[in-house]
């Protein structure tokens, strides 16, 4: 719709106003006006609809990342939970640096800058990558063992004190070549969880493994061979200890958890058997978190401290016997056990 309006005025007096042709004012119907409104407004939406839709697939392709990548656990902190009593007890809030070792002259395994567990060769001054900062941080590792020629390591995690150097934990090991994982436990078990193991280690120089379970001895020839053979058969809690040491022992005399030896060939090993059953028992209340601290199935029963038993000798009772055994597992089908004598001017005392 178009309106002509004069400007210029004619006749100098009473003349009208006219504008110029090219000065034409366009004035847009109201009509129209509202549809190109409406089509404005309709092309925002879909334009905002299609910017969400994009911003929504980059979310999830970062989410899925983080999955692939083994952060899981860091998004668990977006939530947050209280700390319970247990975690400060056994040390679990507290940062750890894996120890350094030797596994030979020449063979240097440490913990990276990554957080992973890398090999440096003293005679070529090379660093390879061992196991990586995603194997580890999947098992919460808080302990190896490298075998002599560094084709497994043997993790420990998931560690539950029990004294000050005793504990029991999860054992898994780490294929190198392959990238796979071999949980260390019990094939015969009647239990439904996992084995805790109270000690495991290479025999030697070798891949045979010798652990203990339930205060027994057990070995096995081979990562691949699922097959536990039973070196001691005696174990009871609170009475013998086969292969680790007994409370007075651990906290006095040794320095670390195990009572086992091996040769460097792996060929035998020696081990310690302690019998506490004419130390006296003494019982003391155990205090942990349990369902109180944690907020989970509160009970009356949970108010009260939980009760364990030492086998701690007093002066002038009984202490525990003590009986040192070699064993002879050059062949795996005829194992040959020999208990060590003392000798005559210390046999009694």
Not at 215 to 228: G, Y
Not at 298 to 324: D, H, M
Request: negative net charge.
């Amino acid at each position: 719709m178009h309106a002509n309006v004069t400007s210029d005025r004619v006749g100098g007096g009473g003349g009208s106003w006219r504008l110029p042709p090219d000065e034409t004012l366009q004035v847009q119907d109201a009509k129209q006006k509202d549809h190109d409104l409406e089509l404005d407004e309709g092309h925002n939406w879909r334009s905002i609809i299609f910017s969400l839709i994009v911003i929504s697939f980059v979310i999830a392709g970062i989410i899925t990342a983080i999955y692939l990548l083994g952060y899981v656990d860091e998004l668990l902190y977006w939530s947050g939970r209280r700390m319970i009593l247990d975690e400060y007890l056994q040390g679990d809030l507290v940062p750890r640096r894996l120890e350094s070792s030797w596994v030979t002259t020449q063979k240097y395994v440490f913990q990276s800058d990554d957080g992973g567990l890398a090999i440096l060769d003293s005679t070529t001054n090379l660093i390879k990558v061992l196991v990586t900062n995603h194997t580890l941080r999947q098992l919460n590792v808080r302990g190896y063992l490298c075998s002599y020629d560094l084709k497994y390591v043997l993790l420990k995690h998931n560690v539950k004190k029990n004294f000050q150097k005793s504990f029991t934990a999860f054992y898994t090991i780490y294929d190198v070549e392959n990238d796979h994982h071999m949980p260390v436990k019990l094939k015969d078990s009647l239990k439904v969880q996992r084995t805790r193991l109270q000690y495991a280690a290479w025999l030697g120089n070798t891949t045979a493994l010798v652990y203990v379970v339930d205060n027994d001895i057990f070995i096995r020839r081979s990562p691949l061979i699922e097959e536990d053979i039973r070196i001691t058969t005696t174990g009871e809690e609170n009475k013998i200890y086969n292969g680790v040491p007994d409370w007075l022992y651990q906290e006095e005399i040794f320095d670390t958890p195990e009572a086992i030896w091996p040769s460097f060939d792996g060929t035998h090993f020696m081990f310690a058997i302690f019998n506490d059953s004419k130390v006296g028992l003494m019982s003391y209340p155990w205090l942990s978190s349990g369902a109180i601290f944690a907020g989970i199935g509160i009970s009356s029963e949970n108010f009260f401290p939980e009760t364990k038993n030492v086998r701690y000798p007093t002066p002038g009772a009984s202490n525990p016997e003590v009986q040192l055994w070699v064993v002879n597992i050059t062949n795996f089908d005829a194992i040959q056990k020999i208990q060590i004598k003392p000798p005559v001017s210390l046999d009694g005392q």
